[in-house]
């Protein structure tokens, strides 16, 4: 893989060593997401905004395109490299904000769900909040999703992943990340590189969770 990684320049941003050391984790990170989810190899720009904010996220913005927020007092390394991980699975999956396929909402429970597992599973000592459910959440919100249009486009992201209008915080991770895990749990032979380009009806079929 090559690179380009530009530095939002700001008042307080990050120090030169500070710098080299985040460009290692980028560097190394996007390699191995690259070789277990065999994707072919290209250029990959990343664009560091340094932020006080309580974790470092990012979002994939196309294909070789990965905006970072990094907390610039509280910079943690595990959160760097699971936010490279998810990131790198939605492009391997081509899940972005420049994809030009229309997304539907099983795809995006999927898509995110999927993320979060590998990012869970390439930095185990992290388990961000967003991946975490009750089996009590389960059992009241996948009837609720039975009732949505679930192969349309017209559903709230805000309402099911950002919590408005009376749903919890990150539902659908937490909904995405279990779904990922029933799969999983039916087929542990399946690699993260061998079920990230599966779409959404083979996907709904592994996981054997009736939607």
Not at 177 to 182: C, I
Request: charged share 30%.
């Amino acid at each position: 893989m090559k690179f380009n990684i530009l530095f939002l320049k700001t008042s307080k941003g990050f120090t030169g060593k500070e710098k080299q050391k985040i460009k290692s984790i980028l560097k190394n990170t996007t390699n191995r997401a690259a070789k277990i989810l065999k994707l072919k190899n290209r250029t990959i720009n990343f664009v560091i905004y340094p932020f006080n904010g309580k974790f470092t996220w990012g979002t994939a913005e196309s294909n070789d395109w990965i905006k970072l927020y990094i907390c610039r007092k509280k910079f943690n390394e595990n959160d760097l490299k699971s936010a490279v991980y998810h990131e790198m699975h939605h492009i391997a999956r081509n899940f972005t904000f420049l994809t030009r396929r229309k997304i539907s909402f099983l795809e995006t429970l999927f898509s995110e769900g999927l993320a979060v597992a590998f990012e869970i599973g390439q930095v185990p000592k992290r388990i961000p909040q967003y991946a975490k459910y009750t089996e009590a959440l389960i059992k009241k919100w996948l009837p609720k999703i039975k009732k949505e249009k679930l192969f349309g486009e017209d559903f709230s992201h805000d309402e099911w992943f950002l919590g408005k209008k009376g749903k919890p915080n990150r539902l659908g991770y937490k909904i995405g990340t279990y779904l990922a895990d029933q799969i999983k749990k039916n087929h542990p032979e399946l690699t993260p590189g061998k079920i990230v380009r599966k779409n959404v009806k083979t996907l709904l079929k592994l996981s054997k969770v009736n939607l």
